[in-house]
T-cell receptor, first 114, second 112 residues
Framework: DVKVTQSSRYLVKRTGEKVFLECVQD?????MFWYRQDPGLGLRLIYF???????EKGDIPEGYSVSREKKERFSLILESASTNQTSMYLC?????????????FGPGTRLTVL | TQLLEQSPQFLSIQEGENLTVYCNSS?????LQWYRQEPGEGPVLLVT?????EVKKLKRLTFQFGDARKDSSLHITAAQPGDTGLYLC????????????FGQGTILTVHP
């Protein structure tokens, strides 16, 4: 059974803390994505990666960075967490060369910044 | 930036009713996907439509892609409580690396 796993389902951090969200996929997918999901706004793309050590900014990259040292792992980093980064964070992966790329999602991490 | 406007944002209906969710854009998409998300889970793909005018059926769900590939609709016939969830449309612009643009989502509640 194909899987995308995220390191935590729930996370509570304080303003100014450095936060790491980890995502691992076991499908040997080239593409990996980080989204945040907020009510009424759908999914907004933060960063994506199409290969190891490669990254591209999405629509809302400010305040975030990413790391992809291994093909199966994609990390989202909040350098200095702020309350407006309280959100649901979803990781996804897809095949690079597949037509009409289906994205496979993890269960999400609900992050609260106090 | 490509945008997808999804409506309505909320839908609360009785079991057995029909409903339609719309997804509209001023941009052309190479394909349009519909996902369903249940509480505590990530979205799961329902269908992909790729040809203008295409209609796909999945049991009681009918998906349509507009002729100009700028809009799509999801129609559910005789809704059941098990259809409750968040429905998301997502367009692929044919640019780089399978990036998707998501609509805002429709929260559907079907009451028994």
């Amino acid at each position: 059974d194909v899987k995308v796993t995220q390191s935590s389902r729930y996370l509570v951090k304080r303003t100014g803390e450095k936060v790491f969200l980890e995502c691992v996929q076991d499908m040997d997918h080239e593409n990996m994505f980080w989204y945040r999901q907020d009510p009424g706004l759908g999914l907004r793309l933060i960063y994506f990666s199409y290969d190891v050590k490669m990254k591209e900014k999405g629509d809302i990259p400010e305040g975030y960075s990413v790391s992809r040292e291994k093909k199966e792992r994609f990390s989202l980093i909040l350098e200095s967490a702020s309350t407006n980064q309280t959100s649901m964070y979803l990781c996804a992966s897809s095949l690079w060369l597949a037509a009409y790329n289906e994205q496979f999602f993890g269960p999400g991490t609900r992050l609260t910044v106090l | 930036t490509q945008l997808l406007e999804q409506s309505p944002q909320f839908l609360s209906i009785q079991e057995g009713e029909n409903l339609t969710v719309y997804c509209n854009s001023s941009s052309v998409f190479s394909s349009l996907q519909w996902y369903r998300q249940e509480p505590g889970e990530g979205p799961v793909l329902l269908v992909t439509v790729v040809t203008g005018g295409e209609v796909k059926k999945l049991k009681r769900l009918t998906f349509q892609f507009g002729d100009a590939r700028k809009d799509s609709s999801l129609h559910i016939t005789a809704a059941q409580p098990g259809d409750t969830g968040l429905y998301l449309c997502a367009g692929e612009g044919g640019t780089s690396y399978g990036k998707l643009t998501f609509g805002q989502g429709t929260i559907l509640t079907v009451h028994p």
